[in-house]
């Protein structure tokens, strides 16, 4: 099956600084990658997500860009806040609905 | 539009007790799954369902059976409760494969 690596694990950065979380996958038939933030108590949010015919993808603050001959894939965030702090998980899939998650990186922006 | 609902919150098993987790979602979603979230591990597949009376294994099946008999319901039923059992339980929803997944806010299970 899938197997999808995340790192870091934890992530400290200062406010209005840049975060990034990496992670790769095994799959090279893998066609869908989400990130979810899930904050504590509650499920996970999709905050974005790209899919394999598409190498950047950016909404405000918030950018994934994917590399499909290195199986690899990046959350990239913008001008951090104190509201970011959370856990932040990548999934991929192929074409058949099973999430396969990266373990997750829990962010702390430092105010 | 209360999406994904999950009941209840919380629960404490001994163990070989049985019990059912309830899903609902009221958006008409085809496709509904749960999922186990331990430490460290992420989330991993359960059972899914990708219509009403159509279920199948994710990644971690044993211990668990489901059912779907409507469109919005999804239970979620542990037979004989074991420790290993204790997580923290989510069940997830779509209308299409590869769409966006809305979960619910999680059962904490804990299996003594």
């Known amino acids: 099956g899938e197997n999808v690596e995340q790192h870091p694990s934890t992530l400290s950065v200062q406010e209005g600084d840049s975060a990034v979380i990496k992670c790769t996958y095994s799959?090279?038939?893998?066609?869908?990658f989400p990130w979810y933030k899930q904050e504590l108590g509650k499920g996970p949010q999709l905050i974005i997500d790209?899919?394999?015919?598409?190498g950047e993808k950016k909404d405000q603050r918030i950018a994934v860009t994917l590399n499909k001959t290195a199986k690899h894939f990046s959350l990239h965030i913008t001008e951090t806040q104190p509201e970011d702090s959370a856990v932040y998980f990548c999934?991929?899939?192929?074409?058949?609905?099973?999430?396969?998650f990266g373990a997750g990186t829990t962010v702390t922006v430092r105010a | 539009n209360a999406g994904v609902t999950q009941t209840p919150k919380f629960q404490v098993l001994k163990t070989g007790q049985s019990m059912t987790l309830q899903c609902a979602q009221d958006?008409?979603?085809?496709?509904m799954s749960w999922y186990r979230q331990d430490p460290g591990m992420g989330l991993r597949l359960i059972h899914y369902?990708?219509?009403?009376?159509?279920?199948d294994q994710g990644e971690v099946p044993n211990g668990y059976n489901v059912s779907r008999s409507t469109t919005e319901d999804f239970p979620l039923r542990l037979l004989s409760a074991a420790p290993s059992q204790t997580s923290v339980y989510f069940c997830?929803?779509?209308?299409?494969?590869?769409?966006?997944?809305?979960f619910g806010d999680g059962t904490r299970l804990s299996i003594l």
């Open positions: 997830a929803s779509s209308y299409d494969t590869n769409q966006p997944q809305h």
């Open positions: 799959d090279s038939a893998s066609n869908y």
């Open positions: 790209i899919r394999s015919n598409v």
């Open positions: 999934a991929a899939s192929k074409y058949d609905y099973k999430l396969s």
């Open positions: 958006m008409n979603h085809e496709y």
């Open positions: 369902s990708v219509g009403a009376g159509i279920t």
